[in-house]
């Protein structure tokens, strides 16, 4: 089984930052894209920020020049460090990575359980 597992959310308050972490364990042959999504109250979940296994990377436009996404693939981890944060950041922000292990053949998508990020005026 693979498990993802995210931490390093909290309360921030407006212009402060916060570093989230994701890591994966398990079976795992490779990671593929790995990513943050977040979900705010009463909205559908969004995406933030992904990042490739050669380190390519795309944001969405509210947190592009605020959030920087990295990863250790040595470590199988996968990082938002979150800048000049917003209260329209509060959400619980999700982890994604697409798997490969050794028991099953194709590439799936797994998500963590969520960290909540709170961001007060």
């Known amino acids: 089984q693979v498990q993802l597992v995210e931490s390093g959310g909290g309360l921030a308050q407006a212009g402060g930052s916060l570093r989230l972490s994701c890591a994966a364990s398990?079976?795992?042959?490779?990671?593929?894209?790995m990513g943050w999504y977040r979900q705010a109250p009463g909205q559908q979940r969004e995406l933030v920020a992904v990042?490739?296994?050669?380190?390519?990377?795309n944001y969405a436009d509210p947190v592009k020049g605020r959030f920087t996404i990295s990863r250790d693939n040595g470590e199988k981890t996968v990082y938002l460090q979150m800048n000049s944060l917003r209260p329209e950041d509060t959400a619980v922000y999700y982890c994604?990575?697409?798997?490969?292990?050794?028991?099953?053949?194709?590439?799936?998508?797994?998500w963590g359980k969520g960290t909540l990020v709170t961001v007060s005026s």
């Open positions: 398990g079976s795992i042959l490779r990671i593929n894209v």
């Open positions: 994604n990575a697409y798997i490969r292990t050794v028991f099953r053949p194709t590439t799936t998508s797994y």
């Open positions: 990042i490739t296994e050669a380190d390519s990377t």
